[in-house]
């Protein structure tokens, strides 16, 4: 596919093949604007699935996204990133509004998916080795910052139900003062305060995007 791909000029019909075949990916990682169903499915799960769906698929997509990047869209690249820079910046802004308003637990979970995989398709955007090296540390925090707090949460069941609003840990630190110091360090680095991990991914996905935007002006 590669070679035939790269052997000549491109047609309407493989750039259409691309866009049904990214459309779809960027579907199933619950990217913006196609994370509805994403956030409905986390809404009606139980924590512990909560936390499978928001961890592992949307990012194993993403790793699909990047290995067709690398072995059959190459000579789409000057297509794809526009179209990805698109899809970021959707995601982010989508993500970072919709978390901002919600008392829900599995929702706010939900939404700071979508928001982190804009992160994640930004770092990808000048597709290189230093992207996909930036793309897979950021992924390694974002998974164990979020690891992290689910395991806090789950170590919060009271009279075997999970928490599911923002009001039911008022509080926490006066009750269990070692689990809301945990559950505070683990959001400080998700969120990218320095000098927690989280803030190492936030700036290598800046430092790209900014020299990414400043290439076509030297």
């Known amino acids: 596919v590669h070679e035939h791909l790269g052997g000549g000029s491109l047609g309407v019909w493989e750039y259409a093949a691309v866009t049904m ?11 913006a604007p196609f994370h509805s169903w994403f956030v409905d499915m ?5 924590l512990p699935v909560c936390g499978y769906l928001t961890l592992l698929p949307p990012f194993a997509f993403l790793a699909c996204l990047i290995s067709l990047m690398a072995g059959v869209f190459a000579p ?8 990805l820079l698109m899809f970021s910046g959707l995601s982010l802004l989508i993500g970072a509004l919709s978390a901002n308003g919600e008392s829900n637990l599995r929702r706010l979970f939900a939404f700071g998916t979508v ?3 804009g992160f994640m ?9 230093t992207a996909v090296l930036s793309a897979f540390a950021y992924t ?6 979020m690891a992290g707090i689910y ?14 609003e923002l009001d039911d840990i008022s ?15 683990f959001m400080v680095s998700l969120i990218g305060i320095p000098p927690m991990l989280g803030f190492v991914g936030r700036l290598s996905v800046v430092n790209l995007s900014l020299i990414h935007i400043s290439e076509p002006t030297r």
Do not use: C, E, W
């Not at 390694?140 to 910052?145: A, D, K, Q, R």
């Open 42 to 46: 986390v809404t009606d799960a139980v």
């Open 171 to 185: 509080g926490l630190s006066n009750v269990k003062p070692y689990m809301s110091a945990a559950l505070l360090v």
């Open 76 to 83: 789409f690249s000057a297509f794809m990133q526009p179209a």
């Open 140 to 145: 390694v925090i974002y998974i164990l910052s």
């Open 115 to 117: 928001y982190n995989l």
């Open 151 to 164: 395991t806090v949460f789950l170590g919060l069941k009271s009279r075997n139900n999970y928490l599911t």
């Open 121 to 129: 398709l930004l770092s990808i955007v000048t597709f290189n080795h």
């Open 21 to 31: 075949i990214v459309a779809s990916l960027l579907f199933m990682m619950a990217a």
